[in-house]
């Protein structure tokens, strides 16, 4: 496999790692959401300035509205956390 494909492996197994573990098992409840973030990335919760910040991200992130992030949604997350973060470390 690729690192790629390894990546993209990582991404599915961590999703539903964390999904379903108090309801649906293919969508992260807001629960869900925080563990996962609290588990795997401490980081970013720790440089948000308040908690209301995650709760505004993860409304965000909810396009459809049914205050549970599926894993279209969570792939979306990633991918504007890793860009936040190249962005960041490129510009050092």
């Known amino acids: 496999m690729t690192q790629l494909e390894m990546a993209m492996g990582l991404l599915m197994s961590t999703f539903d790692q964390y999904a ?8 992260l409840n807001k629960a869900e959401v925080k563990t996962m973030l609290e588990k795997e990335l401490p980081g970013f919760l720790k440089s948000a300035k308040n908690p209301d910040e ?16 599926d894993f ?17 470390v490129s510009k050092k």
């Open 54 to 69: 995650v709760d505004k991200m993860l409304k965000g992130l909810d396009f459809n509205g049914d205050a549970e992030v």
């Open 20 to 27: 379903g573990a108090e309801g649906k098992k293919d969508t």
């Open 72 to 88: 279209n949604e969570f792939v979306v997350l990633v991918a504007a956390l890793t860009s936040a973060v190249h962005d960041r």
